[in-house]
């Protein structure tokens, strides 16, 4: 796909930057609306905007004062814009997980946030960062479709003998009874079981499917599911706010860590094979990353509060 052109960057940022100081007229988001259908670069362009806004949680508080003028504002969504743009890290499938649509989810949590909701049935969802879902309950089914993220459900007693499904962007997951996990990857559903047993079926072939028991998990797309792993309870640690490792690659361990701060979290390949044993508090990622550098070989460098790279040192 076609990468948009600073040009159309400029003109991404001048529309955000407009809506970001009033409130636009109807004329105004008429003619929005015009130049985002005018070329699909506009759209990809918009779309970085999106993605720029959630992963960051909220764009720098300077950008927001009214002291600033429209064009130094606009300045400063652009540059942001192109450092993130250019690290890779926003990506180009953002038109399939936008904030903009994430906004009409039934619920939602943004980076570094989790929730705990009880349906109507008395199932409960644990929802992790970024994260975001809708919830369907008639007299067919249980329904809960996840669009972004990751959650964990604890099937309720009192839906009868409704079916509860989980719905992702690859396929179903039927719940039996049962505390599971569903996590929405790029380009494929992941799925483990706590307790009893969960049904996983490719969205294009469903008659595929396979039977998940406690301690397994498997990754899925919208053709196959894969082979079954181990699943541990200290993999959903998340909803008590830690993630456990043991001897896990640092590699790994900051790209799970990034999930939960806004903005550019990165290592490189030197120091990406180093392994790492412990329990690190998602709340506290700045620490987490402090005393990772004091127990191993490497050098975590803020070149700002949302932009953070961890090196491998020189001749170790």
């Not at 396929?171 to 996590?183: D, E, I, P, S, W």
């Not at 380009?187 to 009893?196: I, Q, S, Y």
């Not at 499917?209 to 397994?216: S, T, V």
Request: charged content about 20%.
């Amino acid at each position: 796909m076609a990468i948009p052109d600073r040009k159309t960057f400029e003109a991404a940022a001048s529309w955000y930057v407009q809506f970001q100081s009033q409130a636009p007229s109807a004329a105004e988001r008429q003619a929005w609306q015009q130049w985002l259908n005018g070329d699909p670069l506009h759209q990809a362009a918009w779309n970085q905007m999106e993605q720029l806004q959630r992963n960051l949680g909220a764009l720098p508080p300077d950008l927001s004062r009214r002291a600033l003028s429209t064009t130094q504002q606009r300045r400063q969504v652009l540059k942001w814009m192109l450092v993130l743009g250019g690290t890779g890290y926003l990506g180009w499938n953002a038109q399939q997980h936008t904030s903009l649509g994430n906004i009409w989810a039934d619920y939602k949590t943004s980076v570094g946030e989790r929730r705990r909701i009880e349906l109507a049935d008395g199932t409960q969802v644990d929802l992790n960062t970024n994260t975001a879902i809708d919830v369907v309950f008639d007299g067919r089914q249980r329904l809960i479709r996840l669009r972004e993220g990751e959650v964990l459900i604890h099937t309720g007693k009192s839906g009868g003998q409704l079916p509860f499904y989980v719905e992702t962007a690859q396929g179903r997951v039927q719940a039996l009874g049962t505390r599971f996990t569903v996590r929405q990857l790029l380009d494929a559903t992941r799925v483990g079981v706590l307790e009893d047993r969960v049904s996983v079926a490719p969205g294009d072939r469903p008659d595929h499917g396979r039977l998940l028991g406690a301690g397994e998990s498997t990754d899925f797309n919208r053709q196959v599911v894969g082979p079954n792993q181990a699943y541990r309870t200290s993999q959903a640690a998340w909803i008590d706010g830690q993630m456990i490792v043991l001897d896990a690659r640092l590699g790994d361990v900051i790209s799970e860590l990034a999930r939960y701060r806004p903005g550019v979290l990165q290592c490189d390949s030197a120091s990406a094979g180093l392994r790492v044993s412990g329990t690190l508090r998602l709340d506290a990622s700045d620490a987490v990353l402090a005393n990772l550098q004091a127990t191993l070989p490497i050098q975590v460098r803020y070149f700002t509060r949302y932009w953070v790279s961890v090196k491998r040192l020189a001749d170790s």
